[in-house]
Structure formats: structure tokens, C-alpha cells
């Protein structure tokens, strides 16, 4: 039997639970598979997941639970993996999900494999996986009983099986010290967005060293709203305050997977291709025909960006009429 560690807000599964279900059942070969989801909303999240292959889900309930707290989820997946011995147990490569998996595997004395992007064979099981950033991809045989691991953001799709029922939904609550509760989540703060979210956006229009300033951002700002799409950057410009952080792409930031990337004015720097090789398309606009960007860009426009923008920008509202 495999087990997922499902996220979910609001009632809702995170699109990145669904991928790493997708691999867990590649992985599960037709054991069953099961899924834990922490704190309110679970139930609600957790009868989405028949659909996903999910046999039966336990879902941690406690008061305490209300708040994210990495240690007492971690606790919560170490009951359960006393309780019913999954093969592996897998999480989404999400801050969360690769943090619990770190605890768990501390606490268990157990090798964990983050960010695979593709599993199979064995035993061992050999998993690949994202190293340095995304920048290298490793082939790894992994022991343990259970295995741990995680998926890769943006690198599995997630899948509907067909004729499947819903979960069987048990609740439980884990036996919490107060050593568990010591870091938690303590209060959540909004983010400024245009929108359209970035990591889910199908255009994203983003701008690096090369847009010059805060207020260059206008103009990509303007491409965007006529694209439907989400403005990112490079971390010059988060670092330089001319956009907030959570704006970045890149291994430090937001990782995208668009249908079109606009790199505006970005060299491409390894640290931000691992945010954004997940485009089907790159399109590049840089004044340097050498930028590095180049090697990963399906197209590109060599000039100055604040000459090639404004005159997209012209022709979009020029197509699209008064
Ligand atoms: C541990 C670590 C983590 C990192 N994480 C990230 C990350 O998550 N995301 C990230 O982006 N970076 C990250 N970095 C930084 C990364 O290494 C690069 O420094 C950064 O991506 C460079 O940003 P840039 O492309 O905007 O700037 P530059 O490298 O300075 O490139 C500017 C580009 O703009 C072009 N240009 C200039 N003027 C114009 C113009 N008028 N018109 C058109 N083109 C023009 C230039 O030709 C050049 O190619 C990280 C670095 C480290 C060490």
C-alpha cells in the first residue's frame, strides 16, 4: 500500500497533491492506495479523491491542527506508517510537503528522496530526481521501508481514473507532545497579485535586470493585461525592490508552467531557467544575441526591450480593434 500526504485549503486538494497521486499510483502498481490529509477541511478535500485512484483516506483531526505545524504532521504520518505499514509514503515537492517528509525522516532514521520526477523497478526502486535547482536531473536507487519521496512540481500530470468510487474517509488524532507544536504557522500574509496567478498562469510575461527600473515594469505590466497572462521576474528585480518576491521564477521562487514564457531583459542564469523550463515555449527578448537564454528560448527578438514591447503592445491593441 502507498501513502499520499494530500494538501488542501478551503476544502479544496492543491493541484501539486494530484500530481504526486498520479506518480504514487504509477508507483503503487495496483496496491491500494491511501491518502492522510491534516486539519479542517480534510474530509470535505478528502471525497474529492476517489477520482484520483484513492481507496481510503485518513484524515488528522485535532484543534491543534489548524495551523500548519510540520512536526505535527510529520507525527501525524509516522502514526500512520506504524499503523499500516505502506510501502512508500509520498508527498507533493511543495515547501510542506518535502519539510514533513524531512521530519518523518529524521524521526525514522530513513533515507527521503525529494523532487522525483519519474520512478520505477526495483527493489531498490530507482527514482529520478531534480538536484542543484533543477539544473541536473539524478538517477538514485532509494531503500527503506517505507520509502520516502517526493514529486517534482510541474513535472507529472495530474490524472482522473476512470469508474472510480469514493474514498473510504476515516479520523484520527494523532498523539501530539508539546515539541510538535513548537513551530507553526502563526499568521498568513496577503499577496499582491494581478489576478491571474502566476504558477498557474498560461502566459507569463516576465522581466529581469533589463527592464531598467519599477516603473519599466509598466509596460510589461500593459503585455500582460492584454495577454490574459501573470508578470514574473528575475530575482535582480525582486532584490533590487522593484517587485515583490513573490513574483519571482526560479529556484528561489515561484516554479511556472505556462504555455508561453516571455523572458524580457533576463539572461537566464540556471537559478531562473529551473523556475521556468517547464514552458512548452520560451520566447526571448534580450539586446544581447550571446544571453544565455538563448540556448533554452523556442524564439527569440534581439533588441532593445523597450522598443520591442511597446510596439507588441501597439500591434495586440491594433489586431484586437477599438
Ligand atoms: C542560490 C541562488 C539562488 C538563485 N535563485 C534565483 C531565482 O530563483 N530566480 C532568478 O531569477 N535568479 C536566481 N538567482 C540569481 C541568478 O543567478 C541570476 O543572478 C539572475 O537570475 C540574473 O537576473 P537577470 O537575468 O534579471 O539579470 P542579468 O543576468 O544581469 O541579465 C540581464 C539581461 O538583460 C539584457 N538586457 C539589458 N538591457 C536590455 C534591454 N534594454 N533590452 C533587452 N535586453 C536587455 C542583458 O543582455 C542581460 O541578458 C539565484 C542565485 C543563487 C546563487
Redesign the pocket.
Known sequence: MVLTLVEHQDGQVDELSLQALALARGLAAGEPLQALLVGPGGREAAAQLGAHGVASAQVAEDERLAAYAPAAWAQGVIELVDRLEPSAVVAAGTNRGNEVLAHVAARKELPFAANCTEVGGGPPLTVTRGRW?GSLLEEARVHGAPILLSVAPHMVAAAAVDGAGAPEIETFTPTLSEADLMVQVAEHVGTVTTGVSLAEAKVVVS??????SAEGFGMLEELAELLGAAVG??????SAGWRPHTD??????TKVSPDLYI??????????I??CKGAKKILA????AE???LASADYAVI??????IPAVTAELRKARGP
Open positions: 535547482g522581466g529581469g535586470r533589463g527592464v531598467g521576474c528575475s530575482r535582480v528585480v525582486t519571482q521564477v526560479g529556484q528561489t521562487g523572458a524580457c531583459g533576463i539572461s537566464g542564469a540556471t537559478q531562473h529551473a523556475g527578448i534580450n539586446s544581447d544571453a544565455p537564454i533588441g532593445d526591450l523597450t522598443e520591442i
